[in-house]
């Protein structure tokens, strides 16, 4: 059974940063396609930041400069760091596993940004 589970969200201010976690089981990690993808209230899911199991990394250009993608394949994990975040990133951010054989997503987690 796949499962990824998204942990790091919360309440930060503008300005600030928060570091997303994506722990993954099920699945021979190495070889998935990683991504991180957000959506708004109201609005359409999009792609945040992907990286390839060789680690090429890609990203919206909203973010470009900002958030920072990285995968640690000896702990099947994930991560999205998050620097000098605005109010327009607030959204639930989803974990995402890809590859031909299988498309998985996490539930999801919180990221809330206000002063």
């Known amino acids: 059974q796949v499962q990824l589970v998204e942990s790091g969200g919360g309440l930060v201010q503008p300005g600030g940063s928060l570091r997303l976690s994506c722990a993954a089981s099920?699945?021979?990690?190495?070889?998935?396609?990683m991504g991180w993808y957000r959506q708004a209230p109201g609005k359409q899911r999009e792609l945040v930041a992907a990286i390839t199991g060789g680690g090429r990394t890609n990203y919206a250009d909203s973010v470009k400069g900002r958030f920072t993608i990285s995968r640690d394949n000896g702990q099947d994990t994930v991560y999205l760091q998050m620097n000098s975040l605005k109010p327009e990133d607030t959204a639930v951010y989803y974990c995402?596993?890809?590859?031909?054989?299988?498309?998985?997503w996490g539930q999801g987690t919180q990221v809330t940004v206000s002063s």
């Open positions: 099920g699945i021979i990690f190495g070889i998935y396609n």
């Open positions: 995402n596993a890809r590859r031909s054989t299988g498309d998985y």
